[in-house]
């Protein structure tokens, strides 16, 4: 069966740090994936997504992440945090039908 | 822009009484879809539907019902509510185009408390 990993429920990083979010996937062939970012209150806002050909993708608001099939890994990355971007952020896979499948998410907490 | 709304963003129920969470998509989409948040567990989805009038349960559809009439609007039915319904329900759309998974618009939320 399809899922999803994200294996650290809370990060904490400084205002300016660099950040990686982790996003594992489980299914047999090339997926779709998705980032999705929740702020306090509000419902999810697509960030980026991967469809196919190149491996690195640009989001939205400064973010990107590379698909690595070998590892079966999506991470999100930015290279510097601003105080805004504190928020929770999801993983999702689509695996073929109209469906996606989301991980538990990581939330992510900015000191200034 | 798409815009998905849902008819309320806070909602406070008794045990046992019917409930009615309302949302409406204005961008024409034939996928729309209700889920459940909770702390810790992600999104998972109720009820999924894919047409007027047509539905698929999805991960946890006990206790739940959907009502699909209209392509634009998508209604999630709790005919008894329960303390553990409490949770913050998030209605979603999408397009069928090709063969591609596309990305799904989301609603801002309804936060349910059920006493």
């Known amino acids: 069966a399809q899922s999803v990993t994200q294996p650290d429920i809370h990060i904490t990083v400084s205002e300016g740090a660099s950040l990686e979010l982790r996003c594992n996937y489980s299914y047999g062939a090339t997926p779709y994936l998705f980032w999705y970012v929740q702020s306090p209150g509000q419902g999810l806002q697509l960030l980026l997504k991967y469809f196919s050909g190149d491996t690195l993708v640009q989001g939205i608001k400064g973010f990107e992440a590379e698909f690595k099939r070998s590892q079966s890994s999506f991470n999100l990355r930015k290279p510097s945090v601003h105080w805004s971007d504190a928020a929770e952020y999801f993983c999702a896979v689509g695996a073929g039908t109209d469906k996606l499948i989301f991980g538990t998410g990581t939330r992510l907490q900015v000191f200034p | 822009d798409v815009k998905v709304t849902q008819s309320s963003r806070y909602l406070v129920k008794r045990t046992g009484e019917k409930v009615f969470l309302e949302c409406v998509q204005d961008?024409?989409?034939?996928?729309m879809f209700w889920y459940r948040q909770d702390p810790g567990l992600g999104l998972r989805l109720i009820y999924f539907s894919y047409d007027v009038k047509m539905k698929e349960k999805g991960d946890i559809p006990e206790g739940y019902s959907v009502s699909r009439e209209k392509k634009e609007r998508f209604s999630l039915i709790l005919e008894s509510a329960s303390t553990n319904q409490t949770s913050m329900y998030l209605c979603?759309?999408?397009?069928?185009?090709?063969?591609?998974?596309?990305?799904?618009?989301f609603g801002p939320g309804t936060r349910l408390l059920v006493l």
């Open positions: 961008m024409d989409h034939e996928n």
């Open positions: 979603a759309s999408s397009p069928i185009v090709g063969r591609n998974q596309e990305t799904q618009y």
